[in-house]
């Protein structure tokens, strides 16, 4: 019995282990609750009398033994981890920083703004909150004129001359305004409507504003920058100009592009025309001149503008307008590819 508890000291003494799996079935095979410590104290009763002192200090030394050896060998392996630093084991690959991405909006607004900046427009910016005459006055828009039921507004005081812009054509006022021509100029910006939301509209939306004046501009010019931008937008090379009406151009135009039936969402989106509406144009009306202290005698111009949102669905096939707003990482992560 006594050679075998001191065979199983040699055995503590040269177990040697930096796995703590391994450490843990030692610790349970010596000093768990069925382990052979219990066992061997368990003899004891059994052992002749003038045996037991050796056997009991024999069995107490392999106790001591097998708990130091425990507690050493998880020593060891925590002041090894400790030695790695802060930092670890430097090898490690590391861990991958989540880069954000541009907005949809953001990417479609980019887009357009290149596209235009390359024929020589420049950008121009207005305020959100505007008067009653950037927004619609000196855009032929006189107080009590049908065509402002038009646009339901957000008027911010009671006197009803304060508000939020309901599209960037405020911004050509102020343009024109502060400018003689030639003027060549782009606005993008955040408009609003007091509008019920669903799929296809909201009480916030984006738009971009172009206008050009100089001396002979002429609506051939109008139509030629247009086709160039649905080219470099879209790559289709097909527009038409179906006469419409806004207060604050003579003649005005709604402009299509041909977009094709070539796939069932084709047919859909373009009610089977195949033919989508993209914007509003039209040669600036001398009266909107005037108000700007511009010459109409002298001068002409052409202006047009868009619905960024509208772009950036056809663009990216999106379906409903709400989804610009709602920031759902899973919709914006799948523009990340996009600069
Ligand atoms: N301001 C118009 C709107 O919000 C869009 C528009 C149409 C702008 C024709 C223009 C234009 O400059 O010529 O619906």
Known sequence: MLERVKKLIEEVNSFNSTNVDEIETFRIKFLGSKGLLKELFAEFKNVPNEQKKEFGQTINTLKKLAEDKVSSLKETIENSKEEKGIYGDLTRPSELIDLGSRHPISIVKNKIID???????TISEGPEIEDDWHNFTALNLPEYHPARDMQDTFFINENLDTLLRTHTSSVQVRHMENNQPPIRTISPGRVFRNEDISARAHCIFH?????????????????????????????KSKIRLRPSYFPFTEPSAEVDIYWGLETETDYKITKGTGWLEIMGCGMV?????????????KYSGYAFGMGIERIAMLLYQIPDIRMFYENDVRFLKQFKSVI
Do not use: H, W
Request: glycine share 6%.
């Open 207 to 235: 738009q971009v504003e172009g206008l050009y004046i100089d001396t002979d501009v002429s609506f051939a010019d109008l139509k030629q920058t247009l086709l160039y931008f649905t080219k470099e937008m879209f790559g």
């Open 115 to 121: 596209v235009f900046n390359r024929i020589g427009f």
């Open 285 to 297: 009306d001398p009266n909107v001149l005037k108000n700007c202290n511009i010459d109409p005698e």
